[in-house]
């Protein structure tokens, strides 16, 4: 599939936005910038993140409700089982549905500062199908969850993984969003066996723009993700040449969505890293037309 057959594709190319919860009112301010540019794309939805432990809880609600008040966007709300009672949550969970939220991302999170292994609360919810039946008593949420083409790394197997997917989708989820990869044909392997295992979501392949190839590289490490030689060889040399590492990044962004497009994924959610000129120009490459929004 060439870039032109992509771009004049007809079939409908859906895509979502996550941005980071700013820490300061300086950071606050360029992902209120970020959110602005990329709202004319007018996302199916547009997610909004969770420190590890809680630790950007306020920002996060804070964002959400403005995105409601402010924009044009379908903002969904990410809620994580650590730290939290059960108690808790209900609170939170209701206070979204009362302040307009229809959409939560819910994930089992990871411990405070991403220190030791995942403990759950003693008066929490211990995993994500736990806590999804927990909102699906409150409100009748629409609710994404995560999955992992290439394994969580807490996971003793790909079948355990996926095992676990099945019961998120039993207790609720509607769509799963995949840990960022750039293995194209690993993703599709993994969306085939998800269905054969009756799992019959959407699995929607998560995308990250690789400007900042070195921590991008220990966000994989992290994850479980892996990124290829020839990504980082692209960058070789480029450490002080910031714009050319952006457009390499828009190109390579595109390029994915590209081959992931021939191999039948009609849905895609960036992960911006609140660079939203990035996940703009990708998506204008893709051929998604900027709606006047006045």
């Given amino acids: 599939m060439s870039l032109k057959d992509l771009a004049t594709d007809p079939r409908p190319l859906r895509v979502s936005f996550e941005f980071s919860p700013p820490k300061t009112d300086e950071a606050e301010e360029a992902l209120w910038k970020a959110i602005k540019r990329l709202e004319p794309l007018q996302p199916a939805f547009v997610s909004v993140t969770y420190g590890a432990g809680g630790s950007t809880r306020e920002r996060t609600h804070h964002t959400v409700k403005r995105i409601v008040d402010e924009t044009t966007l379908k903002p969904a709300a990410h809620l994580t089982c650590v730290a939290h009672t059960k108690a808790e949550i209900g609170e939170i969970v209701q206070g979204y549905w009362d302040a307009g939220i229809r959409h939560i991302v819910a994930l089992r999170g990871d411990m405070p500062d991403m220190q030791g292994a995942y403990r759950p609360h003693p008066e929490g919810y211990a995993y994500t199908p736990d806590l999804i039946e927990g909102i699906r008593k409150i409100a009748p949420f629409d609710i994404s969850v995560s999955c992992y083409p290439e394994t969580h790394p807490d996971s003793q197997s790909e079948q355990q993984d996926i095992d676990l997917l099945k019961r998120k989708v039993d207790a609720g989820a509607q769509r799963a969003l995949g840990q960022f990869g750039f293995d194209n044909d690993l993703m599709a392997r993994y969306r085939d066996k998800v269905a054969a295992a009756g799992i019959n979501i959407p699995i929607v392949p998560g995308i990250i723009p690789t400007t900042g190839i070195k921590a991008i ?78």
């Fill in 217 to 294: 590289t220990r966000m994989a490490q992290k994850s479980g993700a892996t990124v290829p030689e020839w990504i980082g060889g692209l960058y070789n040399g480029l450490e002080d040449d910031l714009e050319t590492r952006r457009m390499m990044a828009a190109a390579i962004l595109a390029d994915q969505v590209q081959e992931l497009r021939a191999r039948g994924f009609e849905q895609f959610h960036f992960y911006t890293l609140n660079q939203p000129n990035l996940t703009y120009a990708a998506c204008r490459i893709l051929g998604i037309e900027a709606k006047d929004i006045r």
